[in-house]
């Protein structure tokens, strides 16, 4: 049997080598991204090229979105070129970002009223992983909807989980970020208040680590607060967005979470100081400077 067509916005890091992977594999691909060199590689390997998100979706069979924020996916579905002007009956959209799942439940139910399908699919793991079609994807929708893309996903993915309705995928990847952000800021804070108070760091994560706050995430923020090793690809304007992003679901869920607002203030104000391209552990700085 063909394989479905493939409609790709979004050659990022993760995007660009999905698509890397989806070629490989003998997927047609149609490429959108406001990075001309992005695009370019893609069409070295026998990507097509749209010229707008409305032609895009008429062509493809399944539109693909690898986007940063709920703001431009709603541009990018929206906008009077934009995807839900061109997408066919049949067609399914899957949104692989991290956005807020209110936003993606309206997304899906108007594109839904154009006989169109839309899985959430939140992704874990690097963009090494992606080239190799080895990413954790947290996807929901119905399960109908599901079903048809799923064997796309699992070219794409070596775990993938169907979470349930729409927006489920979005709401585990937030609250999975919520807690894996909070406590990189929480270790962080730790080795610098060690700095501070004239305690070792190598010999607090030596203790530290012999007990149940042994994570990964300890061993990130000990490599760079001890070792100036800064390895965890995940920038502190990503994870400032991300806990944005889970305190609107809080809200829009009637609680709140003011363990959330504070790794968010702190976050948001280590990217104001200037340090929103570094890795999340690196907010180890911002702690180091803090004053009353």
């Given at each position: 049997m063909s394989k479905p067509t493939i409609g790709f916005i979004g050659l990022g890091l993760m995007g660009g080598n999905m698509v890397e992977n989806l070629q490989n594999k003998g997927y047609p691909v149609i490429v959108m991204d406001l990075n001309k060199?992005?695009?370019?590689?893609?069409?070295?390997?026998?990507?097509?090229?749209?010229?707008?998100?409305?032609?895009?979706?008429?062509?493809?069979?399944?539109?693909?979105?690898?986007?940063?924020?709920?703001?431009?996916?709603?541009?990018?579905?929206?906008?009077?070129?934009?995807?839900?002007?061109?997408?066919?009956?049949?067609?399914?959209?899957?949104?692989?970002?991290?956005?807020?799942?209110?936003?993606?439940?309206?997304?899906?139910?108007?594109?839904?009223?154009?006989?169109?399908?839309?899985?959430?699919?939140?992704?874990?793991?690097?963009?090494?992983?992606?080239?190799?079609?080895?990413?954790?994807?947290?996807?929901?929708?119905?399960?109908?909807?599901?079903?048809?893309?799923?064997?796309?996903?699992?070219?794409?993915?070596?775990?993938?989980?169907?979470?349930?309705?729409l927006g489920a995928g979005h709401a585990t990847k937030l609250i999975n970020n919520f807690m894996g952000m909070t406590t990189v800021c929480t270790m962080a804070q730790a080795f610098a208040v060690a700095e501070k108070a004239g305690i070792d760091g190598q010999q607090l994560f030596d203790i530290m680590s012999t007990g149940p706050s042994s994570s990964p995430f300890m061993q990130f923020c000990k490599n760079y607060a001890v070792d100036n090793v800064s390895d965890l690809g995940f920038s502190i304007a990503n994870a400032n967005k991300d806990l944005g992003y889970f305190l609107q679901m809080v809200e829009d869920l009637g609680t709140e979470s003011l363990i959330a607002q504070g790794s968010s203030a702190n976050l948001n104000a280590a990217l104001e100081a200037g340090m929103g391209n570094g890795n999340v552990p690196e907010i180890f700085d911002y702690f180091k400077t803090l004053t009353k």
């Open positions: 060199d992005a695009v370019d590689v893609c069409v070295q390997r026998g990507a097509s090229v749209a010229g707008s998100n409305k032609e895009l979706a008429e062509k493809a069979d399944i539109v693909m979105l690898c986007l940063t924020t709920s703001k431009i996916v709603e541009h990018v579905i929206y906008s009077e070129d934009g995807i839900l002007a061109g997408i066919k009956s049949g067609s399914v959209l899957i949104d692989f970002g991290t956005s807020i799942p209110a936003s993606t439940r309206k997304i899906g139910a108007d594109l839904a009223a154009k006989g169109a399908g839309m899985i959430d699919a939140p992704l874990g793991r690097t963009p090494a992983h992606a080239k190799d079609g080895l990413l954790n994807i947290m996807a929901s929708g119905d399960l109908e909807t599901f079903n048809k893309v799923k064997p796309v996903l699992e070219d794409q993915g070596e775990n993938v989980f169907h979470l349930g309705e």
